[in-house]
């Protein structure tokens, strides 16, 4: 199988995450990996990768439009993002990714993490003063000193077993001639 991963990094913590990821993936298979930075790679994997920095509760703005044109690949969704991994905001910035690509795609995985908020959006909040949620409140000014250490060794290492475990169970299913149907319907609301 060949597999691409392919992300966006603000402050270097989803590269972290992608690359932790591609070494993770083994010999049996022919991986690349892609930051958006450097352009829009052609979209040649069997398994496509995707990963991005949180931004208003979903993909940042490159690799939301880049999504758009992922068709009729097996999909992996994984984000980082500088809030608590097991929140509602968590659920749903990663639920906002997979809603990108599901419709097009077979969802294969998907995974987040915490990560770091970059030092420039940092500042931005300080300008605002210490009132309201993105702010330089002294709880968000402890998180943040906090969470810039993410991800950890072991976010990344789990994110890279979630995957490797995917794309095996997904490759098993095609030499089988199984079908494998997306595990992440995301219901919208009605």
Known sequence: ????????SLSGKTERLAKTIFNGMGKE?????????????SLAGDIILLGYWVDKAGPEQKMKQ?????KGKAVGVFCTLGFYADSTHAHES??????????????????VCNGAISEKIIEMFRKRGTEGTHSASKENEIRWSIMASHPTDAECTLGAERFR????IYSRFKKEGLTFKSILPVKEEK
């Open 165 to 168: 475990e995917r794309v095996e």
């Open 66 to 70: 880049f999504m758009s044109k992922v």
């Open 1 to 8: 199988m060949k597999i691409q991963i392919i992300y966006s």
């Open 29 to 41: 298979h022919t991986c690349t990996i892609h930051n958006l930075k450097d352009g829009e790679p």
């Open 94 to 111: 990663i639920s906002n990714g997979v809603k990108e690509v599901q419709d097009n795609n077979t969802i294969i995985g998907s995974y």
